[in-house]
């Protein structure tokens, strides 16, 4: 079992900016992708961007420029640098990872942390 802690979340005036972190516990899995997506009220989870072990990373269209994803594989723990921030990013902001064991991929996520940004 994986367990997924984050934190940074909360309210901030648009165009501000907040710094999401996500660890990653467990023992006997390889935590291989991490990322994070978000729901707002009234609609579906939708990807913020994802990032592999080897620190590729993959990010929805319009949220590139404005957010990046990092990651320090020793702490397993991914990080959301979100800037410019805009009333439209208001939303649960959950992260996820993909962990190997024994040659079988599990998906765990985050319980989630609120990001409210204020116009």
């Known amino acids: 079992q994986v367990q997924l802690v984050e934190s940074g979340g909360g309210l901030v005036q648009a165009g501000g900016s907040l710094r999401l972190s996500c660890a990653a516990s467990?023992?006997?899995?390889?935590?291989?992708?991490m990322g994070w997506y978000r729901q707002a009220p009234g609609k579906q989870r939708e990807l913020v961007a994802t990032i592999t072990r080897g620190t590729s990373t993959n990010y929805a269209g319009p949220l590139k420029g404005r957010f990046t994803i990092s990651r320090d594989n020793a702490k397993n723990t991914v990080y959301l640098q979100m800037n410019s921030l805009k009333p439209e990013d208001t939303a649960v902001y959950y992260c996820?990872?993909?962990?190997?064991?024994?040659?079988?991929?599990?998906?765990?996520w985050g319980q989630g942390t609120q990001v409210t940004v204020s116009s």
């Open positions: 996820y990872c993909n962990a190997v064991s024994s040659f079988r991929v599990y998906d765990y």
């Open positions: 467990g023992s006997g899995f390889s935590i291989t992708a």
